[in-house]
T-cell receptor, first 116, second 110 residues
């Protein structure tokens, strides 16, 4: 399976600021996704990070709030913009389409975000 | 109605017991079915992946998919304290975007 790292692992931010989360994979993958896990809840898909083109967002998530970049097949960033306390969550990137095949999806360790 | 419903927990079992976890889903177009294990403060870890109806076994873990009933299960045999975690079912269409169940927290008592 792919080895996925995320930076930062955690952060405490003030409302109104923005935070960029990085996701790095140790091998090329076809697909990269960003999920959110709010406290005590399951994972919700934010968007699909498309290499070389704009991300595809799920219902309820917009590019102005969660801009995403994917410059190559091993790296993506998610920015949480103009943060409010409601953005306090764990943000996880996932990858598919590496050596394990496109159907198997692996997750990074997550970034724990607390907005004050 | 949520697309994916997972039996609520928490579950507490003695060491060596069989753990049974279940999810139902509403959309028959789901094609891929996964089980993830998530330890506290960690990312989800892929345990099992299945595509077709039937059973798939991997060591102490068995995944079952019944597409006619829209029902999937995960069984853990000879459970160990190290199996204590939250278990998440997930499924996707052929776009590989995962829809998750709410998760079941399992505690295996030594």
């Amino acid at each position: 399976s792919a080895v996925i790292s995320q930076k930062p692992s955690r952060d405490i931010c003030q409302r109104g600021t923005s935070l960029t989360i990085q996701c790095q994979v140790d091998s090329q993958v076809t697909m990269m996704f960003w999920y959110r896990q709010q406290p005590g809840q399951s994972l919700t898909l934010i968007a699909t990070a498309n290499q070389g083109s704009e991300a595809t967002y799920e219902s309820g998530f917009v590019i102005d709030k969660f801009p995403i970049s994917r410059p190559n097949l091993t790296f993506s960033t998610l920015t949480v913009s103009n943060m409010s306390p409601e953005d306090s969550s764990i943000y996880l990137c996932s990858v598919a389409g590496g050596s394990g095949g496109v159907e198997t999806q692996y997750f990074g360790p997550g970034t724990r975000l607390l907005v004050l | 109605q949520k697309e994916v419903e997972q039996d609520p927990g928490p579950l507490s079992v003695p060491e060596g017991a069989i753990v049974s976890l279940n999810c139902t889903y509403s959309n028959s177009a789901f094609q891929y079915f996964m089980w993830y294990r998530q330890y506290s403060r960690k990312g989800p870890e892929l345990l099992m992946y299945t595509y077709s109806s039937g059973n798939k076994e991997d060591g102490r873990f068995t995944a079952q998919v019944d597409k006619s009933s829209k029902y999937i299960s995960l069984f853990i045999r000879d459970s160990q304290p190290s199996d204590s975690a939250t278990y998440l079912c997930a499924m996707s269409f052929n776009d590989y975007k995962l829809s998750f169940g709410a998760g079941t927290t399992v505690t295996v008592r030594a």
